[in-house]
């Protein structure tokens, strides 16, 4: 799961890739009004390989009816940055697989832009590091949790409650 650099920056929803590059996130959030991704929950997750097999968009189906958008960021190019400026207010949670950055330290600017853009949306960082693991909030500035790979779907489910309760806490930090 998300092992290789996919660098054409695929795009996969519901297991099945259906283009590659920010223009195809762009037509499927464009394309009604709210767009086709706007249907019900959506959580995106920029990953190395949207193409390789994952059971996270499965997990988020089946534990809280949220469709999985899956973007291969390959190489800094293929960050959609312009997209998540214009749509993370939206989503339900961002998944960031920090192994795609080259480890947490890599990811800490990236994830403060993306609190600054939508502090109210779950960001949830998945690492194969098994000393990354934190359910705190410890990391509260860049993330709300931070999950092991490989996981199982009830690490899943108590890690997306645990970023619920985490963002609801960091938000209130504003208050």
């Not at 009604?32 to 997990?59: K, R």
């Not at 509260?140 to 309760?165: G, N, W, Y």
Request: charged share 20%.
């Amino acid at each position: 799961m998300f092992n290789e650099v996919e660098p054409q920056g695929a795009v996969r929803i519901a297991g099945q890739v259906v283009g590659r590059g920010v223009q195809v996130l762009d037509d499927l959030s464009k394309a009604q009004t709210g767009g086709y991704l706007w249907d019900g929950p959506v959580a995106v997750a920029l990953c190395s390989n949207p193409e390789a097999e994952c059971p996270l968009s499965g997990m988020l189906l089946d534990l809280r009816g949220t469709q999985l958008v899956e973007v291969g960021i390959g190489t800094g190019d293929d960050i959609p940055y312009d997209w998540l400026e214009h749509w993370a207010q939206n989503l339900s949670y961002i998944i960031l697989d920090a192994d795609a950055w080259g480890g947490i330290p890599a990811l800490v600017g990236f994830c403060m832009w993306l609190r600054r853009l939508a502090p109210s949306v779950p960001i949830i960082i998945l690492s194969s590091d098994p000393d990354d693991q934190d359910f705190t909030t410890e990391r509260i500035q860049i993330c709300d949790v931070t999950v092991t790979k490989p996981f199982t779907a009830r690490a899943m489910s108590h890690a997306l409650a645990t970023a619920e309760h985490n963002n609801s806490i960091y938000i209130q930090s504003f208050a």
